[in-house]
């Protein structure tokens, strides 16, 4: 056995964990980061990175593919397209491949030891792990629990055959002939549509009355428009049952009580994440949690001194710049620095087709908090930039304080709009009124000019529209 002593420990390195591994290295805290898996964590390991490397392949494939129909009315024509998706799934792994490398560069850099293995707490100051026959205690100061969070399994539906979970899907080589998801969140809209693309036949089976059903219905009725143009079947009231007997079909329960099979070769699951709080000795702790999620303060405190807690093992949003900006701000307090959450807003982008943004409030959010409010509206169809990218569907929508203009929130629908997501969040960080967005001269032609043209339809003077 041998011991290992440090003023800060970081369990976990997604991007919470080494995030704050790295700011607590570059402030001179004498840090060790562990992790049981690989560096990055679920976001580019298995989540946001390889996602969006399918999301962007398919939407690839997509268009050569519809240049090789008979419709190519952009002049452009290709032979007849097909995918190689071993050689896409490769592609997609030397993106994850490089970027946890440069994770490993740059814990290196700020002087972060990595230590390997599954820690295990033995109390609030030490952990144990056990790496490469080696056991080995280590003793910190501060403790941070950054150890994210796993898929939810049904348990009439369990993982393994045709009943994938999200990590399973993104790593799959072969295009399924019949895909049936089910949960039309952010996981199963986005890996749905990328089948749908590369060729499958898919339906997303939804518990509650429409997709993404925290979103309001203006968000998502143009979305679920859409997804009927790619062929994608929504049956929402719905619940899967389980599979068919002979393996090769799904069962649920329609909203009338009645049963449908729906053919499947292949069941995706994805029906939320919970976080990981057990199987390491976290219980012993006896941390205040706030239902399965261990309860913070404004500072990231745990119920237990010296121990913090970052990520999607903390709550919603279970996002990676959440938990990113929290890393950020407990190495901070670790280094004797002032720091409280303060953020006005987390912003959150759907990459469906097309895709979604929001940040702050919705009008509905507004109203329900009492605050009376202005709506400014205006729809890609009047932006010549979204006209020339043949993606003039969706728009932008601004919510503003009816006294001041204060703006509360931003959300936008329509491809491309995932890059103006940090736009939004400035104008909401900084207190932007309608007034200033309204007067910021944006670069013509633009999807941003639409948001600009929002707040003037805020105003009450909307020119292109
Ligand atoms: P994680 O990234 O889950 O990292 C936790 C780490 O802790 C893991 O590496 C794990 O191995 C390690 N660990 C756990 N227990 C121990 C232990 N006892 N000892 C040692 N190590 C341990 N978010 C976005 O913002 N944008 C997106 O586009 C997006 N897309 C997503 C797509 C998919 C398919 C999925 C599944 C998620 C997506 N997310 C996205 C969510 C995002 O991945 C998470 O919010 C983010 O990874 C959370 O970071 P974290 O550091 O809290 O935890
Ligand atoms: P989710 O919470 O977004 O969606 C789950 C959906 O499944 C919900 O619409 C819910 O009503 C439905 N559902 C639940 N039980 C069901 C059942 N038995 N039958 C049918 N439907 C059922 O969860 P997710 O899609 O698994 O994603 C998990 C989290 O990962 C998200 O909350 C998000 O924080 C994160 N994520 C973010 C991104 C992004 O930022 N682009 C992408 C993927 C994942």
């Known amino acids: 056995m041998t011991d290992l002593r ?81 050689a896409t799934i490769d592609w997609k792994d030397a993106i994850v491949h490089r970027l946890t490398t440069g994770v490993g560069a740059l814990l290196k850099k700020a002087g972060v030891r990595v230590v390997k293995g599954n820690a295990e707490f033995l109390d609030g100051k030490t952990v144990e792990l056990e790496f490469e026959g080696n056991r080995q205690r280590i003793v910190a100061e501060t403790i941070v629990i ?12 369990p993982f393994g055959g ?28 986005e890996i749905g549509t990328v089948f749908r693309k590369l060729g499958a036949s898919v339906t997303i089976v939804e518990a509650a009355s429409r997709i993404l059903p925290q979103y309001d219905a203006e968000l998502t009725k143009p979305l679920l428009q859409r997804l009927k143009t790619l062929g994608i079947d929504v049956k929402a009231e719905c619940r899967a049952q389980g599979l068919q007997s002979d393996g090769k ?51 990231c405190r745990t119920s237990m001194r010296g121990v913090f807690a970052i990520g999607d093992v903390t709550g919603e949003p279970m996002l990676a710049h959440r938990a990113m900006a929290q890393g950020e701000m407990v190495a901070e307090i670790v280094a004797g620095k002032k720091r409280i959450w303060d953020k006005v807003a987390i912003p959150a982008i759907c990459f469906t087709d097309p895709e979604l943004v929001t940040v702050g409030q919705s009008p509905d959010e507004a109203k329900n908090a009492g605050i009376e409010t202005k709506i400014g509206t205006f729809p890609f169809r009047g932006n010549g930039r979204a006209m020339t990218l043949e993606r003039d569907d969706g728009f932008v929508r601004i919510v503003a304080r009816a006294d001041n203009h204060l703006v509360l929130g931003i959300q936008a629908l329509g491809q491309g709009v995932a890059e103006l997501a940090s736009a939004f969040g400035l104008a909401l960080e900084m207190g932007a009124r309608l007034e200033d967005i309204a007067a910021t001269i944006h670069a013509h032609p633009s999807l941003g000019e639409a948001v600009q043209e929002a707040a003037l339809s805020g105003l009450g003077h909307a020119i292109h529209f």
């Open 146 to 157: 950054a150890t994210g969070a796993e898929p939810v399994e049904l348990p009439f539906l």
């Open 249 to 299: 079909g799904l069962v649920i329960t329609l909203k009338d009580g009645d049963e449908q099979v729906l053919p499947a070769d292949a069941v995706l699951v994805t029906v939320g994440r919970r976080p990981v709080t057990q199987g390491f000795g976290l219980e012993g702790l006896k941390l205040t949690m706030s239902g399965p999620f261990v309860e913070i303060d404004a500072m």
């Open 162 to 189: 045709p009943v994938m979970s999200s990590t399973t899907a993104l790593s799959r080589q072969t295009v399924p002939q019949q895909l049936v998801v089910v949960g039309g969140g952010y996981i199963g809209l």
């Open 6 to 86: 440090c003023k800060l420990l970081v369990i976990g390195a997604g991007p919470g964990g080494y995030v704050c591994a790295i700011r607590a290295g570059q402030l001179g805290v004498d840090t060790i980061i562990v992790e049981r898996a690989s560096l990055g964590g679920t976001c580019l390991n298995i989540g946001c990175i390889p996602s969006k490397a399918l999301i962007h392949a398919a939407d690839e494939f997509s268009k050569v593919a519809a240049a090789a129909s008979a419709s190519a009315h952009l002049g452009i024509s290709a032979p007849g397209a097909s995918i190689d998706l071993k």
